[in-house]
């Protein structure tokens, strides 16, 4: 999950909307020869924004997202057995613990890629 965190930490992407913001992720992780599916649904209810192949979910939020929202989203993704870990890809002011139902979960901060 580092390696995911260093390459999204890297990179200076477009943070005026979310949908953009996917985009241009997609295309990085592409180029970093991940493979994932995009908008890959769990459930009816639940359908991260990347599900890379060994089962790390990508989810991108940008401000002004409400923080437990996010996180209860987070919650619902790591109740899935094919879950194995979380990425959160966000420029909000927040913190997450260090699992989430028994699986790691990181911040990867979109404003890194800008300083």
Do not use: P
């Given at each position: 999950m580092q390696k995911i965190v260093q390459i999204i930490e890297s990179l200076r992407l477009d943070l005026s909307d979310e949908k953009r913001l996917q985009s241009d992720l997609e295309t990085?992780?592409?180029?970093?020869?991940l493979s994932f599916a995009r908008e890959q649904a769990l459930s009816?209810?639940?359908i991260p924004d990347f599900l890379l192949q060994d089962g790390i979910v990508i989810e991108c939020k940008l401000r002004p997202?409400?923080?437990?929202a996010v996180f209860r989203q987070l919650d619902r993704y790591a109740h899935h057995p094919e879950v194995r870990?979380?990425?959160?890809a966000t420029n909000l002011s927040m913190t997450l613990p260090e699992t989430i139902?028994?699986?790691p979960a990181v911040m990867a901060s979109l404003g890194k890629g800008w300083l």
């Open positions: 990085a992780l592409r180029k970093a020869g009816a209810r639940d997202a409400q923080k437990m870990g979380i990425v959160l139902r028994e699986k």
